[in-house]
T-cell receptor
Framework: DTGVSQDPRHKITKRGQNVTFRCDPISEHNRLYWYRQTLGQGPEFLTYFQNEAQLEKSRLLSDRFSAERPKGSFSTLEIQRTEQGDSAMYLC??????????????FGPGTRLTVL | AQKITQTQPGMFVQEKEAVTLDCTYDTSDQSYGLFWYKQPSSGEMIFLIYQGSYDEQNATEGRYSLNFQKARKSANLVISASQLGDSAMYFCAMKNTDKLIFGTGTRLQVFP
């Protein structure tokens, strides 16, 4: 049984460096979401894709952030010129939209980013 | 603006007892969905239960039930017969168009 996977699980970087995270959704899922969770808070929406199309971006997603989902399969989230405020858990979720259910989102284990 | 409020930062419950985790929400939409997720220390968000705004009956999933009071805009999670493995963070969330809006969570600790 393959759920949502994320790589790496942990990333430590220095301020100013670029980082890239990968998310592999459940194979038949057409929607993929990115959320960010800081300490003591609930996850906050960043962006989501339906197949390869990016349908919505949060205002939280500054110009330093970019996400892609080529071919509608895995997705990458890149942060350029990292800042200490980017330190957080980055969560990926996927769902199968259009089945008539409530579009349950299945979450991956997250990537914890620490910016020194 | 849509918002989820969880006013209990932490809760304690003895094993085998029931516990209620509070959640209130704010929305002007007529159609919406409410979710509860569990987040253990490993970090993964685990779906527990869903309630649609038009569902007439309160949702139940095993030991989890949702006390949905639409007029009060509350969607409290009830966990019956608590187990040590229930110790975790619990998040209430509302579906806003296609994304989830989460509350700040409640940390539940189950003691023997």
């Amino acid at each position: 049984d393959t759920g949502v996977s994320q790589d790496p699980r942990h990333k430590i970087t220095k301020r100013g460096q670029n980082v890239t995270f990968r998310c592999d959704p459940i194979s038949e899922h057409n929607r993929l979401y990115w959320y960010r969770q800081t300490l003591g808070q609930g996850p906050e929406f960043l962006t989501y894709f339906q197949n390869e199309a990016q349908l919505e971006k949060s205002r939280l997603l500054s110009d330093r952030f970019s996400a892609e989902r080529p071919k509608g399969s895995f997705s990458t989230l890149e942060i350029q010129r990292t800042e200490q405020g980017d330190s957080a858990m980055y969560l990926c979720a996927s769902s199968l939209y259009g089945t008539g259910r409530f579009d349950e989102q299945f979450f991956g284990p997250g990537t914890r980013l620490t910016v020194l | 603006a849509q918002k989820i409020t969880q006013t209990q930062p932490g809760m304690f419950v003895q094993e085998k007892e029931a516990v209620t985790l509070d959640c209130t929400y704010d929305t002007s939409d007529q159609s919406y969905g409410l979710f509860w997720y569990k987040q253990p220390s490993s970090g993964e968000m685990i779906f527990l239960i869903y309630q649609g705004s038009y569902d007439e009956q309160n949702a139940t999933e095993g030991r989890y039930s949702l006390n949905f009071q639409k007029a009060r805009k509350s969607a409290n999670l009830v966990i019956s017969a608590s187990q040590l493995g229930d110790s975790a963070m619990y998040f209430c969330a509302m579906k806003n168009t296609d994304k989830l809006i989460f509350g700040t969570g409640t940390r539940l600790q189950v003691f023997p």
